[in-house]
């Protein structure tokens, strides 16, 4: 028998409100299915399971908030035989011939939130679905509580880095003119939606560096560093409701550029409407923070536990931006940060290699 857990998907997680199943008994299951959509103190988040088998059991019922690691379904290894199965899925009844309406995972979360039952709000969305706004509009409530809530978990999350982490800040000007013609001309050439922004070869420098500092990817746990076996980027992003999630971008060392572009823009645009997977959550192994657009020069960031460094970008002055590294004291010094960022520097003066 598999037990399948409530993840941590972040360092602020202690615990998660089950919304909805997307599963139910006797359904086979492969790794990287989604099967429930959980409450976080920052988004509703979709969360895999990574095991393959048949699920047996749904323990927690919608509704619930259980702490993290708490078993929420029990499912059936591969091979192996158990009783009848009950296809009910706990707190429903058995589905009728109506179709459900569509539910975008935040307007779910957030109706769940106020206690109203999302069937019966009409929604404005693509084809008549429920939007987050359909619901605020329904109830009379805003979104107030929820940008106080995430504050709250953002300062409980920063406060145990600084805590146990010892930071030390590096900064380095880095020259942008090559980097900025390469990438004009390259858009110059692409249609319009193919088009890159500065992001992607920022993003691109900073995995690749990474593959030759692997002191600056990964995490610490139990007093024990593990180096991460690939680079899965944490990029923070503002939300519009107050508040930022840093949600990873899976693999960028092994990515295209295009094929970076691609995936920041589809992560930007879920997060913001509060559809991200439980794996974009837990996975990174370093984080970037681009304040190229907020107009200051230098960011230096606090980094979020278990990762070791996180790399700030600040805004482009006369043909230069300030690239900035916080690093933990614990893996990594000083002279290896900077030897890191000057490696971040060398890819971004040759950007048709990244």
């Known amino acids: 028998m598999i037990e399948f857990k409530l993840p941590s998907l972040g360092s602020d997680m202690d615990e998660g409100k089950l919304l909805e199943w997307h599963v139910k008994p006797g359904d086979h299951l492969k790794k990287g299915d989604v099967v429930a959509l959980v409450d976080t103190s920052k988004a509703a988040v979709d969360v895999e399971i990574w095991e393959e088998g048949t699920m047996h059991e749904l323990v927690v019922q919608p509704g619930?908030?259980?702490?993290?690691?708490?078993?929420?379904?029990?499912?059936?290894?591969?091979?192996?035989?158990?009783?009848k199965i009950d296809r009910t899925i706990p707190g429903e009844t058995k589905p009728g011939p109506e179709k459900r309406k569509a539910v975008s995972?935040?307007?779910?979360?957030?109706?769940?939130?106020?206690?109203?039952?999302?069937e019966k709000i009409a929604g404005t969305g693509p084809q008549g679905s429920v939007t987050v706004e359909d619901v605020e509009k329904?109830?009379?409530?805003?979104?107030?509580?929820?940008?106080?809530?995430?504050?709250?978990?953002?300062?409980?999350?920063m406060a145990r880095s600084k805590r146990e982490i010892p930071h030390y800040y590096l900064m380095e000007s880095i020259p942008m003119e090559r980097a900025g013609t390469w990438l004009a001309g390259e858009n110059a050439r692409r249609p319009l939606p193919e088009r890159m922004l500065m992001a992607t070869l920022l993003l691109k420098a900073t995995a690749l560096a990474c593959q030759d500092f692997p002191e600056m990817n990964g995490h610490y746990r139990d007093g024990t560093f593990s180096p991460a076996s690939s680079v899965h980027l944490g990029v923070a992003i503002s939300l519009r409701q107050g508040g930022l999630v840093a949600p990873a971008v899976h693999d960028v060392q092994r990515k295209s550029l295009s094929e970076v572009m691609k995936a920041l823009s589809d992560l930007v645009r879920r997060?913001?409407?509060?559809?991200?997977?439980?794996?974009?959550?837990?996975d990174p192994t370093i984080t970037v923070t681009n304040l190229g657009d907020g107009g200051v020069q230098a960011v230096f960031g606090v980094i979020y536990p278990p990762q070791v460094a996180l790399v700030g970008?600040?805004?482009?002055?006369?043909?230069?931006?300030?690239?900035?590294?916080?690093?933990?004291?614990?893996?990594?010094?000083?002279?290896?940060?900077?030897?890191?960022?000057?490696r971040i520097s060398q890819w971004l003066q040759q950007p048709e290699k990244l």
Do not use: Q, Y
Not at 67 to 81: D, F, H, K, N, S
């Open 64 to 83: 619930e908030t259980v702490p993290v690691g708490t078993v929420l379904a029990r499912l059936l290894a591969p091979g192996e035989v158990a009783g």
């Open 313 to 342: 970008f600040g805004t482009p002055r006369n043909g230069a931006l300030v690239a900035t590294v916080s690093g933990d004291h614990r893996v990594s010094d000083g002279h290896r940060g900077a030897l890191f960022l000057a």
């Open 271 to 282: 997060a913001r409407a509060g559809s991200l997977k439980s794996s974009e959550m837990s």
């Open 138 to 157: 329904a109830t009379g409530k805003k979104e107030v509580d929820r940008a106080l809530e995430m504050r709250k978990a953002i300062a409980a999350a």
């Open 105 to 118: 995972p935040a307007a779910r979360k957030r109706a769940s939130e106020l206690g109203v039952d999302v």
